[in-house]
């Protein structure tokens, strides 16, 4: 008998152990990312004396949100179902001034020859019906450990402030009405995604001009 408990606590310990590796290796990911988008960030300002981007946040997802998403899905509870299935355990959220700060962002990141583009999806072209704005990128980078290399996927949602502050604000009202929103609100959210929408496009209008005219005085 208790040998029997000896091995099943030297089990927990390896599975723990195994589960704390796999987790650093999502972190390694992120310090990775946050590392390129840094590097992006201060030449690009140096370059073209502006910054691109307002801030940044990066997270990685709890062990209890990994195992309802798996539930939530109907998928098994093992590493390998969480390697291949979820695609968020490691989140990098970019906040810009402009729209097409936006867009320069995920080219640079694009362009990378150790970045493999899994999937990107543009709700600022096709807004979500409710009205939700952003740019998603799955990509897939290189981690290198002591004994292996892994490819490793990292969500970055890039989106300007005015969608970050509908987007939050959303996520709150969603969270408290325990996602049964009354349906006046979710109106009044979604003029007010529009009226975000509407503000983003009239500050890009004047970045333009600022920045065409900034060029015209250096040319
Ligand atoms: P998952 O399998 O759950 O990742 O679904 P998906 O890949 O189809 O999701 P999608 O790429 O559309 O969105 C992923 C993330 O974007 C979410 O976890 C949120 O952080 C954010 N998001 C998407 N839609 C909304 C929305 O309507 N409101 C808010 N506030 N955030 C959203
Ligand atoms: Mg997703």
Redesign the pocket.
Known sequence: MSQQTSVSVEQIKAVKQEFTRFMMMYKFALDEMNTKINILQEEFQYIHSYNPIEHTKSRLKSPESIVK?LRR?GLPLSLVSVKDQ???IA?IRISCSFISDIYIISEMLQKQKDITVI?C?D?IEKA?P?G?Q?L?LILEIPVFMSDREERVKV?V?IRTVAMDF???L??KI?YKYEKAVPAHLLKELKEAADAAAELDQKMERIHQEVESAKSKEEA
């Open positions: 998403k899905k979820i695609q968020d989140g999937e999806k709700y979500k409710n939700y952003s998603h969500e949602q509908w987007a939050s959303e996520h969603y």
